[in-house]
């Protein structure tokens, strides 16, 4: 049995670790189904794409993860354009896309992250949030409540899955050698 005490055993309880990430949270339940839910998650899946991918253009100096954020940013710009035009056609009206609480964290982390860390920071994040957008966009696509809504998740479907396949290509840190 290790004993920790002093000093010791406040490091041990109070040392952030250095490898911690801080994925987006998944949307809720009813925006796989529920019209205004969906266009409010898909927004906020979409404005943290385009603001992780800003701080990644600021402070990536991989060039692989910099094409990727600029791709990020240009096809979020457009997935939020269509989410919002599908729900004016819905006759809804949307609000201007926001983060919650959780997004916001994954943005702060991306903030303060070392230059070390970085990369493999964002592209640690980007997974998970892809994987919860493909799954938001198929299921409002096949289940959702309104058609032009779902329309639209469909054409997001491919969109998302290309970034999935491109971060699974991607080193997720130091070390890695994959190539994109």
Same mark, same amino acid.
């Given at each position: 049995m290790i004993k920790l005490t002093g000093l010791a055993l406040v490091l041990a309880l109070t040392a952030a670790p250095v490898f911690a990430q801080t994925p987006p949270p998944p949307p809720p339940a009813e925006a796989k189904m529920q019209a205004m839910p969906y266009v409010k998650a898909a927004g906020m899946s979409d404005l943290y794409e385009i603001n992780s991918s800003q701080i990644a253009l600021e402070k990536s100096r991989?060039?692989?993860?910099? =094409?990727f954020?600029?791709?990020m940013i240009d096809h979020h710009r457009k997935t939020t354009a269509a989410t919002i035009k599908a729900a004016q056609a819905a006759g809804l009206s949307p609000m201007a896309p926001a983060l919650d609480a959780g997004a916001t964290a994954s943005i702060n982390e991306l903030q303060t992250a070392s230059a070390a860390d970085f990369d493999r920071l964002y592209i640690g994040q980007q997974l998970p949030a892809h994987?919860?957008?493909?799954?938001l966009h198929q299921s409002y696509a096949s289940g959702g409540d309104k058609a032009p809504? =779902?329309?639209s998740a469909k054409a997001a479907v491919p969109i998302v899955k290309q970034h999935l396949s491109m971060l699974q290509k991607m080193p997720s840190g130091k070390g890695a050698d994959h190539a994109m």
């Open positions: 991989d060039p692989a993860v910099r =094409k954020a600029q791709m994987q919860a957008a493909l799954d809504l =779902k329309t």
